[in-house]
């Protein structure tokens, strides 16, 4: 009897179990100047309109031969999705035929430049999707793609057609050196997350970035996360030192990477908040 009831009672949960599976992607093209951008786009169920993040993966690619979404970036997208956001993944390099480009010697996409221009055209693409608020799309990026989100919410690239602008930013660990030489600012809130202990970007450059913003800028905001390495958000990482003779150009050159539990929790509380604003 004791048997019966428990399969009575799966029978009676699978349906529950089943609606909150997490959510498949779905790939859309988007014109972008002279190349058609490749995405992956995460949806809640109905009509909208939601509020959407463009997520822009870091210097490793979005994804992978077996994957079109790495673990890090699809955690992230099934988490903001369960937050009633749409969540829309470029792929910056997949779409000109690339692969990872961390340690290529020659960057044929750059952060300042085509990234930008990928942003630009994924918010125009959502501008015009019915599902989504025009009103409440928002950035946040990892890596290159933070290096990429800077450039994309300086001043002088604001609009002047008229059409809302981005909401609000989340830079996880950008490299903020050239920005910060450059006296950057920004034009919509801005949340920059690193590591004190990030030996791939630099946590005193962002800091001397976003202190030097104040004044004259949109609000902006540091979290410096002691013991804290690159990749800290990443689930199940281990702490090590990247292998310089290690020839895998989804790793960084040098440094050290792997996940800290209690910055992980702390910034998924913080892009809750950030995003709400």
């Not at 972008?32 to 951008?37: A, F, N, Q």
């Not at 690619?61 to 937050?83: C, F, H, I, M, T």
């Not at 809302?164 to 930013?169: E, G, I, K, L, Y």
Request: proline share 8%.
């Amino acid at each position: 009897m004791r048997r019966l009831a428990v399969l009575a009672l799966l029978l009676i949960a699978a349906p529950a179990l089943a609606l909150s599976s997490p959510p498949a992607p779905r790939q859309v093209e988007i014109p972008s100047g002279t190349v058609t951008l490749r995405a992956q786009l995460y949806k809640p169920d109905g009509d909208g309109p939601f509020p959407t993040v463009i997520a822009l993966h870091g210097c490793g690619g979005l994804g992978s031969r077996s994957e079109p979404v790495l673990p890090r970036y699809r955690d992230w997208a099934e988490q903001l999705v369960k937050n009633g956001r749409a969540v829309l993944l470029p792929d910056s390099y997949g779409s000109r035929g690339l692969g990872p480009q961390c340690r290529a010697k020659e960057h044929r996409v750059t952060a300042r430049r085509e990234r930008v221009t990928d942003i630009l055209a994924a918010r125009q693409w959502l501008i015009e999707q019915p599902w989504a608020r025009a009103d409440r799309i928002s950035l946040i990026g990892w890596a290159n793609g933070a290096s990429a989100l800077l450039w994309a919410v300086r001043p002088q690239l604001l609009s002047g057609n008229g059409e809302p602008d981005f909401r609000s930013a989340i830079a996880f660990y950008p490299d903020c050196r050239l920005s910060a030489g450059l006296g950057w600012s920004a034009r919509v809130p801005t949340l920059l997350l690193i590591g004190a202990k990030d030996d791939v970007s630099s946590p005193p450059a962002c800091r001397q970035m976003i202190d030097g913003a104040r004044g004259r800028s949109a609000l902006t905001r540091i979290v410096v996360y002691p013991g804290a390495y690159h990749d800290f958000d990443r689930a199940n990482l281990p702490i090590h030192a990247v292998a310089a003779s290690v020839d895998d150009a989804g790793l960084p050159e040098r440094g050290h990477v792997g996940t800290d539990p209690q910055a992980r929790q702390d910034a998924q509380k913080l892009v809750a908040e950030w995003l709400s604003r």
